[in-house]
DNA sequence: CTGTTAGCGCTTTCAT
DNA sequence: ATGAAAGCGCTAACAG
């Protein structure tokens, strides 16, 4: 029922040694030899046993991608990202590995084998993350994606954007266009994300010789929804500091609750708010269109595999950092302040 | 330096059969050896190898993911799904491999190993569809996201929205809002569902003793991006036919090209012209906001893992349908037709 | 160019 | 309750 290698050799009148090399090409066969294997094969419907195969090669072409366990839900960054990933290993013949086993599976015996990958790309890496110094130890190639812990900083490979330009470069698109209180809707506070984003935003505030104001640097609580967070925080900030003439927005939901509340207050954008966000280039429908800083979550994906890859397939492990940068792309939701 | 279940065994003092059934449990162990081993283990850092074990248990805990080879692009639609399937899976302690492999590296030879899965969830079934085919012969246990082709109907389970009778609703909703040239801005011709979202119009449009007008039938171009198929579409069919007072779109993204168009023709929703849509439940920042089927992918994709885990571990093979149901949600965007 | 043989690391009889 | 030994299906020396 089963059809494996000793089949089709079988059948050939060859070995099995000459049907697996027929298959790697790793060394030279006969014309003759290699047609009838071939045909044997096709007749059989055979497919080599991918585990018996990688048991002894010690490959797997599989990557793995690592998302925190009990938090598995993925965003639209994430899908994105996910898209470069999937890129990147499609180009070199890769397959790709989810793995968001919720850590009470892990920890249920610590003996679970370990995942049949070549390497794996981790995601949202946090302060003491376990399955860094698990993977460090046990010397298996490994990429981040994100801001590594400090402790872990020199000893692997990473690749992220530049989050403090990139904010500081979308404060100072609207500090140029002359506004001055510009409330922050930053990511929550846990994430390493929103301090170097915070630090952004701070440095081109003091580069226009003004002080931050503290009250306008929000961050997202973790139980709310993205949407959520932006109309609620837009709303009482805009009711509570007529001052306020620009917003910069953690993402495209957070977009999605500030328009709402604008649209309640009878505000227009531009004119009277200026909205930037940071997005994951999958921003539509919006109107006015949004100017937002792209953070090309594939290209972080696809960067991540192409490195990956390359660390598992090189003798010696060589530490990278990448820093993948955005370009601000500038639309009808900012404008110059009013006058007045 | 790589540790097997013989370092283990030995450092032990004991046999490999024992160390491999105190991991297992599958026969009794004596307290007194159970604990040695396990303290060995520790010490060693053992982890049983995926590959040796998967080889002769024939299981992997792995389900794979299959999406269309040269399109490996995941939409939001996909995001949700994958949401779904990941949360099935993390409750059983599966894992999940995403299979886009260009189907060139397939073709390239036919004999690549097969997927190291205990079974296949394939999306975007299309008609003659090879990878049911091989996977109904080699009796992989299947569970297909969308209908299938007709000839493998009788022959695999599969789960889906009920395509038919949420596209006549959505239809039915309009025509009771006395609208009756609609437009239809319809997914890809080759795609199943195309045609069952095609059948639920007419039959709405003939339940109202109406005649459907195929000039309102469109299908979006396999090499268009959506929001240019509802620009460009929309535009062009609002511009030659004045009567179209309402668009069904395909998706949200559909629907950011057709309120581009409607903002360049000067138009207003809902007044000239209502828009409802088939949604990932996923639409935020449009306004009006969007009276929509919500498709509940993420459910989707959970029932499908559950049914599949079902197929894997039961012996006899039986066949089911479900289908996940969809409520429409009433919003902004549609409102009754325009006297005059 | 091809065949023979010895494992890869694990589970599973079959003994004891 | 434990051990010994036989594979799972494949690749990789080693011979010829």
Same mark, same amino acid.
Request: net charge neutral; charged share 25%.
């Given at each position: 029922?089963?059809?494996?290698?000793?089949?089709?050799?079988?059948?050939?009148?060859?070995?099995?040694?000459?049907?697996?090399?027929?298959?790697?090409?790793?060394?030279?066969?006969?014309?003759?030899?290699?047609?009838?294997?071939?045909?044997?094969?096709?007749?059989?419907?055979?497919?080599?046993?991918?585990?018996? +195969?990688?048991?002894?090669?010690?490959?797997?072409?599989?990557?793995?991608?690592?998302?925190?366990?009990?938090?598995?839900?993925?965003?639209?960054?994430?899908?994105?990202?996910?898209?470069?990933?999937?890129?990147?290993?499609?180009?070199?013949?890769?397959?790709?590995?989810?793995?968001?086993?919720?850590?009470?599976?892990?920890?249920?015996?610590?003996?679970?084998?370990?995942?049949?990958?070549?390497?794996?790309?981790?995601?949202?890496?946090?302060?003491?993350?376990?399955?860094?110094?698990?993977?460090?130890?046990?010397?298996?190639?490994?990429?981040?994606?994100?801001?590594?812990?400090?402790?872990?900083?020199?000893?692997?490979?990473?690749?992220?954007?530049?989050?403090?330009?990139?904010?500081?470069?979308?404060?100072?698109?609207?500090?140029?266009?002359?506004?001055?209180?510009?409330?922050?809707?930053?990511?929550?506070?846990? +994430?390493?994300?929103?301090?170097?984003?915070?630090?952004?935003?701070?440095?081109?505030?003091?580069?226009?010789?003004?002080?931050?104001?503290?009250?306008?640097?929000?961050?997202?609580?973790?139980?709310?929804?993205?949407?959520?967070?932006?109309?609620?925080?837009?709303?009482?900030?805009?009711?509570?500091?007529?001052?306020?003439?620009?917003?910069?927005?953690?993402?495209?939901?957070?977009?999605?609750?500030?328009?709402?509340?604008?649209?309640?207050?009878?505000?227009?954008?531009?004119?009277?708010?200026?909205?930037?966000?940071?997005?994951?280039?999958?921003?539509?429908?919006?109107?006015?269109?949004?100017?937002?800083?792209?953070?090309?979550?594939?290209?972080?994906?696809?960067?991540?595999?192409?490195?990956?890859?390359?660390?598992?397939?090189?003798? +010696?492990?060589?530490?990278?950092?990448?820093?993948?940068?955005?370009?601000?792309?500038?639309?009808?939701?900012?404008?110059?302040?009013?006058?007045?």
């Amino acid at each position: 029922m089963r059809v494996t290698i000793n089949d089709v050799a079988q059948r050939a009148g060859v070995s099995k040694a000459t049907v697996s090399n027929v298959f790697s090409g790793k060394r030279p066969i006969s014309e003759e030899v290699q047609k009838k294997v071939l045909e044997v094969a096709k007749e059989l419907h055979y497919k080599p046993n991918y585990f018996a +195969k990688s048991l002894v090669t010690r490959e797997t072409r599989i990557i793995g991608l690592c998302m925190q366990g009990e938090n598995v839900k993925l965003s639209s960054f994430h899908l994105s990202l996910l898209n470069g990933v999937l890129k990147g290993c499609y180009a070199k013949g890769y397959r790709v590995l989810v793995n968001a086993l919720a850590s009470r599976f892990n920890s249920k015996t610590e003996f679970i084998a370990a995942d049949p990958v070549d390497g794996d790309i981790l995601l949202d890496p946090a302060e003491d993350d376990k399955r860094i110094k698990e993977r460090i130890e046990k010397n298996i190639p490994l990429i981040l994606i994100g801001k590594p812990p400090k402790k872990y900083e020199k000893m692997v490979s990473y690749v992220d954007n530049d989050n403090v330009s990139t904010a500081e470069n979308l404060t100072n698109h609207l500090i140029e266009l002359g506004h001055r209180e510009i409330l922050f809707l930053n990511a929550p506070q846990d +994430k390493t994300v929103s301090h170097d984003r915070e630090k952004g935003y701070k440095l081109a505030v003091l580069g226009s010789n003004q002080t931050p104001n503290l009250e306008l640097l929000k961050y997202k609580p973790d139980d709310m929804n993205s949407i959520e967070y932006g109309y609620l925080y837009a709303k009482k900030a805009l009711e509570e500091n007529k001052n306020i003439t620009a917003i910069i927005a953690d993402s495209g939901k957070v977009v999605g609750g500030i328009y709402d509340a604008v649209r309640e207050l009878g505000l227009t954008i531009p004119d009277d708010l200026s909205v930037a966000v940071f997005s994951d280039g999958n921003t539509y429908g919006f109107d006015p269109s949004l100017t937002e800083m792209d953070l090309n979550p594939s290209v972080l994906g696809e960067e991540a595999v192409k490195m990956l890859i390359e660390q598992i397939n090189s003798e +010696k492990k060589v530490l990278k950092r990448v820093f993948i940068s955005s370009e601000i792309k500038i639309n009808g939701s900012t404008g110059p302040k009013k006058v007045g």
